[in-house]
């Protein structure tokens, strides 16, 4: 195993850390996420959440324990991260795109009907069909409409579709940017949005030299391409789960 003061230790958040269910507002970690995530800080030279949803979401969730280990966060696909005293730190680029991102999810809650979830990011809006598939071919038209209009980007996930700023940023120039410097990193994820990610960890792995592991961690629902693209597959939250805590105990063995 490779030194872990050495080593980064990356995951996604929904459907990696936390179960997909029908209401995005209410997702919650399996039980034992936090103190496991906490456990690999203490062991290893960086643990980071990197995820589609905001940072104050991921912090208020995931409940990390500052004196314990310190877990970097990076929201929205890059455009947000933590900072050293839990401040947010937004992309300069993304911030001008935050009241097109306003009234575009205003004029999609005003189109569509009341049950379909319309979820506001502040630089980002996901339009879920999850409780109402019926209506996912009105919703992508919708949102491809918004797109054409705001020049906002759409992309797809797991029964969703979302806008977000025309950026050359995602979890690819996140995951690149966090692991300069490792001598190896993982990077454990389940979606679409997963894949720059592990592009990135190809790409570092062949320019650098790092030793890279990609993980899908899959159910009925994934895209194939993930268990295509993927180093290791396990299955959904709870094998990705069990990954991060096997990762804990060996560092601690090789610490010994």
């Not at 790092?210 to 159910?219: G, L, R």
Request: charge should be negative.
């Amino acid at each position: 195993m490779a030194d872990p003061s050495s080593t980064a230790i990356l995951t996604d958040f929904d459907g990696t850390l936390a179960p997909i269910i029908t209401d995005p507002a209410a997702v919650r970690p399996l039980p034992g996420i936090a103190p496991t995530l906490n456990r690999l800080a203490a062991r290893f030279g960086l643990v980071a959440v990197v995820s589609g949803r905001p940072v104050s979401f991921l912090s208020e969730r995931l409940a990390i324990a500052d004196e314990v280990g310190l877990v970097a966060l990076v929201g929205l696909y890059g455009l947000e991260r933590s900072g050293a005293r839990g401040e947010v730190i937004v992309e300069p680029e993304a911030e001008r795109w935050r009241s097109v991102v306003d009234h575009a999810a205003r004029r999609l809650r005003e189109e569509l009907p009341a049950d379909v979830t319309v979820e506001s990011k502040g630089l980002t809006v996901a339009v879920h069909w999850r409780s109402v598939p019926a209506m996912a071919g009105t919703i992508v038209a919708a949102v491809e409409r918004e797109a054409a209009s705001t020049g906002l980007k759409a992309h797809l996930g797991r029964m969703n579709l979302e806008l977000r700023p025309p950026l050359d940023i995602d979890k690819g120039s996140a995951v690149g940017a966090l692991v300069h410097g490792y001598s190896a990193a993982c990077f454990v994820g389940d979606d679409l949005g997963d894949l720059p990610a592990f592009a990135a960890l190809d790409r570092v792995s062949a320019a650098e030299g790092i030793s890279t592991v990609t993980i899908a961690a899959v159910d009925n629902e994934s895209p194939p391409e993930m268990a295509a693209a993927a180093d290791v597959v396990v299955s959904g939250p709870q094998g990705a789960l069990d990954v991060l805590r096997w990762l804990a105990d060996h560092a601690a063995d090789s610490q010994r």
